[in-house]
């Protein structure tokens, strides 16, 4: 304490004073923050930080909390590391915010298991069992036709009558995939 008494006489009295008498003159200036207090309240006021920020950093358990009383010289530290991160406000995710995530996933869950039940959905594994009943009853068709069926009716025909062959095999597979297509829209239901 002296020592600032003598440095701010020089600087009364016009003279020059040293860098760490300047120094000390500048932490002298300074508002000194409490070492601790009582209440949100009181360190929210003084700390420039809401009462509920406080809250959230004693429920998540960082430094600066004990007995009762909040310690700035602990807490602003890591509030500050924390903030650098970048994280709410300095804090990570409180238990308030994780339990309305969970519930916001849970009525996501809710909502898109009523739309599987109005037929707005179709099941991945129905769909992926139907679609190889297609492709396999398809395959039936086309075997029959193409090794079976067609060649002794093809044998010796024309150019445009194979073709006329080949339009009826093609419309026969079309109008089955239509009917497939019609029972896998009856899937939804």
Partial sequence: MRQIGNALEKVRDGKAITSGEQRLIDE?????????????QQAAAALGISAAVLRRAKRNGLPGFSHGRIYPGELLPALQA???????EGLPPDK????????????ERFEFENKVEL??????DQACKF??????????????????????????LTAPAIRVHMKALNDQI??????????LAQLKK
């Fill in 28 to 40: 002298a200036s300074k508002p000194r923050v409490q070492r601790s207090f009582d209440t949100f």
């Fill in 82 to 88: 924390s903030a650098a991160k970048g994280i709410n």
């Fill in 96 to 107: 308030e915010a994780l339990e309305c995530r969970r519930l916001l996933a849970q009525c």
């Fill in 119 to 124: 037929g707005k959905y179709v099941l991945l």
């Fill in 131 to 156: 679609i190889q009943e297609v492709a396999e009853h398809t395959k039936g068709i086309l075997r029959v036709a193409l090794e079976d069926q067609l060649p002794p009716v093809l044998q010796g």
């Fill in 174 to 183: 079309c109008a089955t995939m239509q009917q497939y297509g019609r029972q």
